[in-house]
């Protein structure tokens, strides 16, 4: 692959989804009688792009555009229909939903992180007060997971996952928690993991972050690819859009 870090060839994903043939008003009166059965939708059509290693590229577009649906595919957790995907290395996903066990403490949340991103016992240990402080975390560490908030979730999420130095990483929306120091510390975690020659892909829908993490922007729409290129340019244009 030379270069490259991640190569999207013509990809297509079609969903096939039931469509339960009814719509309802506010009261519950059915309004329209749809066709029952099942539909598919088309969430990527014939994307394409090549990414290179050490690079930053933010994805943007509106709710639905395929985002999500292209970041899953590349990490293998939604198969193309059609078209083929590449990877130097294995993708790694870091999204906000990412499940860690509620009833365990933060403390043991961060030892199963970290064994499933590759960690030894020994690594984990060594790292453990960097995690906790880096999450802000210090006085909560013990408790279990459940009587967190969902921003301190986020944050230790965040904050095991970017203890790994990743070849290929997906940030989907993880720098939209906690406040702006924490959002800072993490585009800058993220801008370390890119300048070590890790590329990173991060999905979010703000614009300043994108600007501040990223040096390269692809925007999708209805699952085309419509623009990619410089990050100043290509908002500019979503933006334009949008109006």
Same mark, same amino acid.
């Given at each position: 692959m030379g270069s490259a870090a991640v190569i999207v060839d013509d990809v297509h994903v079609e969903y096939k989804v039931y469509a339960s043939g009814k719509a309802l008003d506010k009261?519950?009166?059915?309004?329209?009688?749809?066709?029952?059965g099942v539909r598919t939708v088309h969430a990527l059509k014939g994307v394409s792009f090549t990414a %290179?290693?050490?690079?930053?590229?933010?994805?943007?577009?509106?709710?639905?555009?395929?985002?999500?649906?292209? !970041? @899953?595919?590349?990490?293998?957790?939604?198969?193309?229909?059609?078209?083929?995907?590449?990877?130097?290395?294995?993708?790694?996903?870091?999204g906000v939903g990412a499940a860690l066990l509620p009833d365990l403490s933060?403390?043991?949340n961060i030892v199963l992180g970290g064994l499933a991103l590759g960690f030894s016992k020994e690594?984990?240990? %060594?790292?453990r007060d960097d995690i906790v402080a880096f999450a802000e975390l210090e006085d909560f560490?013990?408790?279990? !997971? @459940?009587t967190y908030s969902s921003g301190m979730q986020q944050r230790l999420k965040f904050a095991i996952a970017a203890a790994k130095q990743h070849e290929i990483l997906i940030?989907?929306?993880?720098?939209?928690?906690?406040?702006?120091?924490?959002?800072e510390r993490s585009e800058s975690r993220i801008r370390e993991i890119r300048e070590q020659a890790g590329t990173v892909f991060l999905v979010s829908h703000s614009m300043g972050s994108i600007r501040d993490t990223c040096n390269r922007v692809i925007w999708l729409e209805k699952g085309v690819l419509r623009?990619?290129?410089?990050?100043?340019?290509?908002?500019?244009?979503?933006?334009?859009?949008?109006k």
């Open positions: 009261a519950g009166r059915k309004l329209l009688t749809r066709t029952r %290179e290693k050490g690079e930053s590229i933010g994805i943007i577009g509106s709710n639905g555009s395929g985002k999500s649906t292209l !970041m @899953r595919a590349i990490t293998g957790l939604t198969p193309p229909s059609r078209g083929a995907i590449y990877a130097s290395a294995r993708p790694n996903l870091l933060g403390e043991r690594e984990i240990a %060594e790292m560490i013990e408790l279990p !997971m @459940r940030v989907d929306e993880a720098l939209a928690v906690g406040d702006k120091k924490f959002r623009e990619d290129g410089d990050p100043d340019e290509v908002i500019k244009a979503y933006e334009g859009w949008k």
